[in-house]
């Protein structure tokens, strides 16, 4: 019986998430969801650190994003890849979590530096260069919650225009554009903070 159990999980463990995630929503059944949550809870949680001002407020979010994901899991209808749909839900949750508490704007920390330092590293910009990340970190908290979002899409998840479209839901200009503003925003925080 032990047998049955352990190859029927594993099975379960090797559904693709579309398949998975059609089992959860026809059954609404927790333990499929376990597997759901299995795959991706790091992802969200590191995710969910970026907006977070300490580990224990990532966790929270994490959980809030799962129990919510849980209810509205019916609603992904598979126009794009569930991790894709997955970073909007988990961005946009986060970003009307900072929007709601404008304390926590100011309080929350930043990135993890690694992730800062490929944000300085891959835009050819000579602005983006030249910025320290310690700075970088400081401005990137002061930025929009939109502003900072996009820029982490691009920057630290490297995300294609193409990936950012279905994210946000946009064209392709009107990302293009979004990011040329908040890369303008970010520089001239930038400039304040360090006193240029």
């Known amino acids: 019986m032990e ?88 961005y946009n949750h986060c970003v009307n979590y900072v929007t709601r508490n404008t304390e926590r704007k100011i309080q929350k920390e930043s990135v993890e530096v690694s992730y800062l330092e490929n944000l300085s590293e891959v835009e050819n910009d000579y602005s983006f260069h030249q910025m320290k990340v310690e700075k970088l970190k400081i401005a990137l908290n002061k930025v929009s919650p939109d502003d900072k979002m996009i820029l982490l899409l691009k920057y630290q998840d490297y995300l294609s225009i193409k990936e950012i479209e279905d994210v946000l839901n946009v064209g392709e200009s009107a990302v293009k554009m979004r990011l040329k503003r908040a890369k303008e925003r970010l520089v001239s925080v930038y400039k304040i903070v360090n006193n240029e």
């Open 3 to 90: 047998t049955q159990i352990n190859i029927t999980k594993q099975s379960k463990n090797e559904l693709s998430d579309e398949d998975l995630i059609k089992s959860i929503v026809k059954t609404n059944d927790t333990l499929l969801f376990e597997i759901l949550y299995d795959r991706y809870d790091n992802v969200v949680y590191n995710k969910c650190l970026g907006f977070a001002k300490d580990v224990d407020e990532a966790k929270d979010l994490t959980q809030d994003i799962f129990l919510k994901l849980f209810v509205k899991l019916a609603s992904f209808k598979g126009n794009s890849k569930f991790s894709t749909w997955l970073y909007a839900f988990t």
